[in-house]
């Protein structure tokens, strides 16, 4: 395939001319550019999927705290009052709040996770697509399928912004993230491609403006816990979209006020903690506390 | 520019918690040691800005000693580098600095072994690097293609007799950059190949005259 995929509508054009799903353009076009054949791009893919799952795993059993002391044993917690209480929202709502808490506290802890889009956002795409996986007892290739789904929403956007929090704030990691669970979602729940990338697109309308001012310069505060948001935040979206409400404003002049929302948002609040929770009172403090810390552990 | 791919958005499959910071400094660790051509025996780290800030928090001290040792970014090493048996035969320390002319991630290894080498490289975002300095040369290594370094005599017919070679193996040059300290003097080239040069044409490229130092840095893994 020797066009370019740039944008939501191109994307979606290919699928109708070719009467093929999202995933269905995007496998061939990664196979014509990288020159490998599909099966290969789809086993690469397979062994992120495994990859989000074995972090899962080992982060629902741990509760080993981050090099800074700050974070790490919340997904016990989490897990204890379900065990206790069930959540007002069931039992997928419980699975994807403590998938995506389990895969972030496995990246604070210098374990293995898989970036999606990136290392601060790694928890969403997991905890969406695994949870549902194991809820309609997903095949391997339905799960391939959803992931290539969820990938495709971040190749789009990712031509008009790099998907970095010093680039475009967090808009550009979790949003972007939460975007891409939507429309995995939309793809396992058997929408079609117009609702995938609608679902997508309300995803990320929600979220402009969205800011990063990490605490001391971590992955951890805020972004740990707003991982778990906005996980659930693409069920949201996904559950719209199925019923067919719309984006009133088309999908690519969505991503368009995106990129233009990151290029107004003020640098000190793009990834330089110097802005925003980072610089409360309590930010400082603790910002300050952990360089006394490093200076005395060396 | 360099081709954009579904990979970028899922992977990579790394060690956390942050892809600049993490598996960025891994990467930098791995194109030094290519460029070092073996493990050296000591290391000094300096960490810039962001990286001296919040290097530790992040695991950036332990991301570069595991890619200096040859370690990838999914290793299950890199967590607990300071116990790996290789780590423990070198000797290493860190330093943390601020200088706000520097990229805000970066790092210079200062290196002792065979030769001594400074090497300079910064994180450039998600998980992308370049090395930009080896001593007192400037260069462009990032990893994405196999990259062959060379220092030489500056004088006439240099980039000729290299890219002569190179075209006897029909690989093409992606770019080429070079730079000079004076006229005359010493001079450098980073030549960005399509595919990899056989060690045949290495060692003819070695044997150029008046060529004093030749690296075939490999690309790094995706």
């Given at each position: 395939?020797?066009y ?7 994307l ?5 001319e ?24 789809r086993?690469?893919?397979l ?20 090099f ?5 044993d ?6 204890k ?13 419980e ?32 905890a969406?697509i ?14 391939i399928?959803a992931l ?18 010093a ?12 975007a891409?669970?939507a ?13 995938i990338i609608?679902?997508?697109?309300l ?7 969205l800011?990063c001012?990490p ?14 948001f906005l ?6 979206a ?24 990151g ?17 409360t ?7 300050r506390h952990l360089?006394?810390?490093y200076?005395?552990?060396? | ?5 579904l ?10 918690p942050?892809?600049?910071h ?6 930098l660790?791995?194109l ?18 962001s ?18 040792l040859?370690?990838?970014?999914d290793?299950?090493?890199i ?16 330093e ?8 805000p991630?970066s790092?210079?290894?200062?290196l ?11 994180s ?15 260069t462009?290594i ?5 990259t ?31 730079d ?30 008046d060529?004093?130092?030749?690296r ?5 893994e995706?």
């Amino acid at each position: 395939m020797e066009y370019s995929i740039n944008t939501f509508e191109k994307l979606l054009r290919a699928c109708k001319e070719e009467n093929k799903k999202i995933y269905e353009i995007m496998q061939e076009k990664e196979a014509y550019d990288f020159e490998i054949t599909v099966k290969e791009v789809r086993e690469k893919v397979l062994k992120n999927v495994n990859a989000m799952k074995e972090a899962i795993v080992s982060g629902l059993t741990s509760s080993e705290k981050s090099f800074s002391g700050l974070c790490g044993d919340d997904t016990l917690k989490l897990k204890k009052r379900y065990a206790q209480i069930p959540a007002l929202f069931g039992d997928l709502y419980e699975k994807i709040t403590t998938y995506a808490l389990a895969t972030m506290e496995e990246n604070l802890r210098m374990n293995k996770i898989v970036a999606c889009p990136t290392a601060g956002s790694c928890g969403i795409v997991p905890a969406v697509i695994i949870s549902l996986s194991e809820k309609y007892n997903l095949t391997e290739e339905e799960e391939i399928n959803a992931l290539i789904t969820a990938g495709t929403i971040g190749y789009v956007i990712s031509s008009k912004v790099a998907m970095a929090g010093a680039v475009a704030g967090c808009q550009a990691e979790c949003g972007v993230a939460s975007a891409m669970s939507a429309a995995s979602a939309v793809q396992i729940l058997g929408g079609n491609e117009n609702q995938i990338i609608n679902a997508a697109v309300l995803a990320i309308k929600n979220i402009l403006g969205l800011t990063c001012d990490p605490v001391a310069g971590l992955v951890e505060i805020p972004c740990v816990k707003r991982n778990v948001f906005l996980a659930i935040h693409a069920i949201t979206a996904a559950e719209l979209s199925m019923a067919g409400v719309e984006s009133k404003i088309p999908f690519d002049e969505v991503i368009d006020a995106m990129v233009q929302t990151g290029q107004l948002m003020s640098p000190l609040l793009k990834e330089t903690s110097q802005g925003g929770l980072a610089t409360t009172k309590c930010g400082i403090l603790i910002n300050r506390h952990l360089k006394d810390k490093y200076f005395r552990e060396g | 520019m360099k081709q954009r791919s579904l990979f970028d958005v899922i992977s990579p499959i790394m060690t956390g918690p942050s892809s600049s910071h993490t598996a960025g400094a891994v990467r930098l660790g791995l194109l030094v040691r290519n460029i070092y051509g073996e493990t050296p025996t000591k290391v000094t780290f300096r960490l810039y800005n962001s990286f001296a800030q919040t290097g530790k928090g992040h695991g950036t001290d332990k991301g570069l000693l595991a890619g200096l040792l040859g370690f990838n970014v999914d290793s299950d090493e890199i967590k607990n580098i300071y116990d790996n048996e290789e780590a423990k035969r070198i000797k290493y320390n860190y330093e943390f600095e601020q200088n706000l002319d520097m990229h805000p991630n970066s790092v210079d290894f200062i290196l002792d072994g065979k030769i001594p080498m400074i090497v300079s490289g910064n994180s450039v975002g998600a998980g992308n690097v370049e090395i930009v300095k080896i001593d007192d040369f400037a260069t462009k290594i990032s990893g994405e293609y196999n990259t062959l370094v060379l220092f030489y005599k500056d004088k006439p017919g240099m980039i000729s007799k290299v890219s002569t070679l190179i075209q006897k193996e029909n690989i093409n040059i992606a770019s080429l950059d070079c730079d000079r300290n004076a006229r005359g003097k010493t001079a450098s080239m980073c030549i960005c190949l399509d595919g990899n040069v056989s060690d045949i044409l290495l060692d003819e490229i070695k044997k150029i005259d008046d060529v004093y130092f030749v690296r075939n840095v490999k690309k790094l893994e995706a």
